[in-house]
Each structure stands twice: as C-alpha cells, then as structure tokens.
C-alpha cells in the first residue's frame, strides 16, 4: 500500500519538533500540509512563537545575503505559514499521510500512544520516531502495523542539519523506506539508512566521544575549554564535544548513556561520567537551563567562572 506524502503530522513541538515542523513546510521539493500536535494549548503558543521566529531569522539571512528581496521573504513567510496549522486534538492527525512523533523519551509514554496512532490514523499512514535511543522496533509492535513504522532521525539544530537517519526494523515494508527517504530528500536533507541499532549511527559514534571528554574533565586531564579548542582547531569540529554535550542537553546525554549502560553492561564505550551525572542531578542541564560545562545565554557560551 503506497500513498503519495501530501499531509505531515509532528507530534510534539519542542527543541526537535518545532524545527521538523519547519523543514517540512520550507520543504523546496513539495508543498506539505504541516499538523503540529502539542499537550496544551500553552504548549502550542510556545511552538508556534519558535517556529515563526525561526522561519523569519532564516528569510531574513537571505534577504541579507542579497537572495531574497523583502518583499519575496515577506510572501514566502506567509506562504510557508499558512502550509501550518496546530491542534491539541490527536484526532486532527487522522489524515495525515506521514505522522512524525519528537516527544520525550519515555516509552510509558510513546508506547500508548504508538497504540493510539495505529488506531485513529489512517491504515496508510506511516509512523515515523525521531527516537534518538529507543528501539524503533518497540514502537512498531505497539502500533498494530510495523510494517509501516521507520525512525526518521534528525540532528540539532534541525533547521540547519542537514542529515537526516532513516531507520528500518526488519518488519518495515521495504517501499514505506523508500518513500521516507524520498520524504527526506524532498525537505531538501540527506537520507542515510540504518539499522534499528543502539545510537543508529551518528550517536553510536558521537555519544561515546563525548563520554571520553567528560572522563578527561573526571580525570583532570586537561581544562573543558582546553578539550573544546582542541577538537575545533586540531579535528575541524564546528563545536568541541562539552560544548556540543551542553548543546544536546546533559540530560539527554544522561539518559541515552544510561540506557546504553543498563542493556549493554558488557559494551566498554557504554559509560556514565561522574561529572555528567553530577550535573544533570544539580539541575545543571547545558544550554536549555543556561548552565553546563558552560554558561550559557541563548546560542552564546563563556566559561563558568
Ligand atoms: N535555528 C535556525 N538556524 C540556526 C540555528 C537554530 N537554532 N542555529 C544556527 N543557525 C544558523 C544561523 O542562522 C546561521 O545561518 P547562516 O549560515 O545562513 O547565516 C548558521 O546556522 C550558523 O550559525 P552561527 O553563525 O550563529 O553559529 P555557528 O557557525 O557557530 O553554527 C551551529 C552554530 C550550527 C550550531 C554549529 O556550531 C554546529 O554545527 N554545531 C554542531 C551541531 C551538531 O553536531 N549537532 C548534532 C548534535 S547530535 C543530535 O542532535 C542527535 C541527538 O539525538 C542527540
């Protein structure tokens, strides 16, 4: 069963999935239909200012680099707006041809609602994680039709990532994979296939790096700025791996390393820092709650003094 994408649900419109709502609606390939699901309404209205700001910053960045004029930037934003619209009522997703879940990590939660999905969307519906831990396959089972569930995987800041893992169980119906790679390539990202693996493949290589940086820092090997510069300058990183972990959400990074440590013991790049536990336990979770292995206001970082 093969049905054209024409209709993009997001379920939840926080750091992840307020800028998958933003891809799918700039989308240079097709013009979506775009449903962005929250819990609240307040929820809704705090998605919504981000999404709107976000779509400005980048239209505005045109204009500047002379792309774009102001008034091309200022039809485009509306025209890109108006492919959006937000509701609290999971029922406003029963036509959606492709359902994108970004909520929290929790499979108390995700699962029932894997369940409910499978229910009130219709039968040709696809089911897409954007789970950065958790097995792809759990999620097929509850949803009565794991043959049309994949992950698709996006990176932070969505809005300027430009990979985009997409993840098969061995239930997934091969011609629903290729149909999400299609959808990938048509929000202008780059589709790479996975397996249903711990960590896919950018954060089985990437979350062990940054637990090697904290146990430096655990250690006392050398300063976190000192660890920071030394990935920019010397391995060409855009940000040092305790930047990058403050970037993620140290609690974030807690958690796919616990989960990682509880199922694999036996995994030796699997490990949980003391210093990242410490922190996550003193409430300091990186850039989202303006302390990490840095200070942060907004995108700018300077040292803990
Ligand atoms: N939203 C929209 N656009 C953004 C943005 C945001 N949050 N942050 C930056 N941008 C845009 C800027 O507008 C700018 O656009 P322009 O080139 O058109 O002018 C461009 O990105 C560069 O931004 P800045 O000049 O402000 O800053 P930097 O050059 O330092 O780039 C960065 C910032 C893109 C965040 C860069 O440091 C970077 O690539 N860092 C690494 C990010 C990374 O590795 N992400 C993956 C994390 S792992 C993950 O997400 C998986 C999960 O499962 C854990």
């Not at 449903?35 to 809704?44: F, H, K, P, S, Y």
């Not at 492709?98 to 894997?114: D, F, G, M, R, W």
């Not at 790479?192 to 940054?210: E, Y």
């Not at 616990?258 to 996550?280: H, I, K, T």
Request: charged fraction near 25%.
């Amino acid at each position: 069963m093969t049905t054209s994408i024409n209709k993009v649900g997001v379920i939840g419109l926080g750091l992840m999935g307020h800028g998958i709502v933003q891809a799918a609606s700039m989308a240079p390939g097709k013009r979506y239909e775009v449903v962005g699901l929250e819990a609240t309404e307040d929820a809704i209205g705090a998605g919504k200012g981000r999404i709107e700001a976000s779509i400005k910053r980048q239209l505005s960045r045109s204009v500047a680099r002379g792309k774009l004029t102001e008034a091309d930037a200022e039809s485009q934003g509306a025209d890109y707006l108006s492919r959006i619209s937000y509701t609290t009522d999971r029922a406003g997703l029963a036509d959606c041809d492709l359902v994108i879940e970004a909520i929290t990590e929790n499979p108390a939660i995700k699962l029932p609602l894997y369940t409910e999905l499978g229910l009130l969307t219709k039968p040709s519906c696809i089911l897409a994680s954007n789970t950065s831990s958790l097995k792809i396959a759990d999620m097929a089972g509850a949803s009565g039709r794991p043959d049309r569930v994949v992950g698709l995987h996006f990176f932070n800041p969505v809005q300027v990532m430009k990979l985009v893992e997409v993840v098969r169980t061995d239930a997934t119906d091969p011609a629903v994979f290729e149909q999400c790679r299609a959808f990938v390539n048509s929000i202008g990202k780059h589709p790479v296939s996975c397996k249903d693996t711990p960590g896919f493949i950018v954060n089985r290589l990437l979350v062990p790096a940054l637990a090697q940086a904290m146990l430096m820092v655990d250690r006392g090997d050398a300063s976190v700025e000192d660890i920071d510069k030394s990935m920019e300058l010397g391995a060409g990183h855009p940000m040092g791996p305790l930047a990058l972990a403050d970037y993620v959400g140290l609690d974030t990074c807690l958690f796919i390393l616990q989960g990682w440590v509880d199922n694999f013991p036996s995994e030796p790049a699997f490990v949980v820092p003391d210093c990242l536990r410490a922190m996550v336990d003193a409430g300091k979770l990186g850039r989202k709650s303006g302390e990490g292995f840095y200070k942060w206001e907004g995108d700018k970082r300077g040292p803990v003094s």
